[in-house]
T-cell receptor
Framework: AQSVTQLGSHVSVSEGALVLLRCNYSSSVPPYLFWYVQYPNQGLQLLLKYTSAATLVKGINDFEAEFKKSETSFHLTKPSAHMSDAAEYFCAVSPSWNTGNQFYFGTGTSLTVIP | DTGVSQNPRHKITKRGQNVTFRCDPISEHNRLYWYRQTLGQGPEFLTYFQNEAQLEKSRLLSDRFSAERPKGSFSTLEIQRTEQGDSAMYLC???????????FGQGTRLTVV
């Protein structure tokens, strides 16, 4: 069974500060992992994905995430927060075998950026 | 590439009525997914198609929910006899079977009154 746990439903950072959003996964086999961002009343936009290549993954808007198998984690970071980063962030897992690429999402972390 | 398009964006319906939502995927994508997202939660997988075949539907929430993709292009999601608990955002996504990515539409927000 696949599942994702996002620690911290709300995170606040100051503009220019480091962003760290936590994600831990549970999977019986190495999964594919994703981070999506959702702005109010919008769909989800892919930030980055891990598909068993490099463990440090770089995405759009200077976001990156590191896959750590020993910790079953895939935390999202950004060196310097911008006001436009305020949004809901979802971590998702998909089995690495061909089961239709169904995604299992975490409950999300709402990021607030303080000016 | 115009992205995944969903219509309508908003739907308000009375309890007991039937509603149908449409999703137009990215044209070259053979896979199409439906998700439901309730307030404060992540999207929840409902069903998916590869071309016109519905390959997974056990996660549909009840027999009041059904989906079709008759020609392997656009898809519809129908909810019969709507209940207040059906109020949610319904998201559609599309992708290629050889690729892990899914591209999401902006969703249809359903309010059942």
């Amino acid at each position: 069974a696949q599942s994702v746990t996002q620690l911290g439903s709300h995170v606040s950072v100051s503009e220019g500060a480091l962003v760290l959003l936590r994600c831990n996964y549970s999977s019986s086999v190495p999964p594919y992992l994703f981070w999506y961002v959702q702005y109010p009343n919008q769909g989800l936009q892919l930030l980055l994905k891990y598909t068993s290549a490099a463990t440090l993954v770089k995405g759009i808007n200077d976001f990156e995430a590191e896959f750590k198998k020993s910790e079953t984690s895939f935390h999202l970071t950004k060196p310097s927060a911008h006001m436009s980063d305020a949004a809901e962030y979802f971590c998702a897992v998909s089995p690495s075998w061909n089961t239709g690429n169904q995604f299992y999402f975490g409950t999300g972390t709402s990021l607030t950026v303080i000016p | 590439d115009t992205g995944v398009s969903q219509n309508p964006r908003h739907k308000i319906t009375k309890r007991g009525q039937n509603v149908t939502f449409r999703c137009d995927p990215i044209s070259e994508h053979n896979r199409l997914y439906w998700y439901r997202q309730t307030l404060g939660q992540g999207p929840e997988f409902l069903t998916y198609f590869q071309n016109e075949a519905q390959l997974e539907k056990s996660r549909l929430l009840s027999d009041r929910f059904s989906a079709e993709r008759p020609k392997g292009s656009f898809s519809t999601l129908e909810i019969q006899r709507t209940e207040q608990g059906d109020s949610a955002m319904y998201l559609c996504a599309s992708g290629r079977s050889e690729n892990t990515e899914a591209f999401f539409g902006q969703g249809t927000r359903l309010t059942v009154v």
